[in-house]
Nanobody
Framework: QVQLAETGGGVVQPGHSLRLSCAVS????????MAWFRQDPGKDREFVAAMLYSGDSTSYADSAKGRFTISRDDAKNTVYLQMNSLKFEDTAVYLC?????????????????WGQGTQVTVSS
C-alpha cells in the first residue's frame, strides 16, 4: 500500500520561506512522477508543481514560477517543495501526489496516490 506523508507546513510572514517534504512508503518511488497541489476549503485542487519520475523535468504553475522549487531525493523516497517569497494568497493545504511513470500533468485526476496535506498559512 502506497502512503504519502507531508510535513513542513506552518505559519509564516509574507516574504518568508518554507520547505515542505513528502515521504513516500510502500511503493517504488523511482517509478513515480511526483506533484504538489494546494487546496482552499470549498475550492478545487490547484496544481503547483510536478517532477517527472526520471528527475530530469519539472513543471510549475504560473503562480509558482520563480518562487517555488520542486526536488526529489530518491535515496530518501522524498519529494520537496521549497517555497520562497511567500504571499498571502499562498495560504492553503498543500498536498503531495504521485502517479506511476506518467507525465507532468497538472490534472489531479491523473494522480493515483495522495497524502493528507499540510497547512501553510501566510500571515502578518
Amino acid at each position: 500500500q502506497v502512503q504519502l506523508a507531508e510535513t513542513g507546513g506552518g505559519v509564516v510572514q509574507p516574504g518568508h520561506s518554507l520547505r515542505l517534504s513528502c515521504a513516500v512508503s510502500g511503493g517504488a518511488f523511482r517509478r513515480y512522477t511526483m506533484a504538489w497541489f494546494r487546496q482552499d476549503p470549498g475550492k478545487d485542487r490547484e496544481f503547483v508543481a510536478a517532477m517527472l519520475y526520471s528527475g530530469d523535468s519539472t513543471s510549475y504553475a504560473d503562480s509558482a514560477k520563480g518562487r517555488f522549487t520542486i526536488s526529489r531525493d530518491d535515496a530518501k523516497n522524498t519529494v520537496y517543495l521549497q517555497m520562497n517569497s511567500l504571499k498571502f494568497e499562498d495560504t492553503a493545504v498543500y498536498l503531495c501526489a504521485a502517479q506511476t511513470y506518467g507525465s507532468l500533468s497538472p490534472w489531479s485526476r491523473e494522480y493515483a496516490y495522495w497524502g493528507q496535506g499540510t497547512q501553510v498559512t501566510v500571515s502578518s
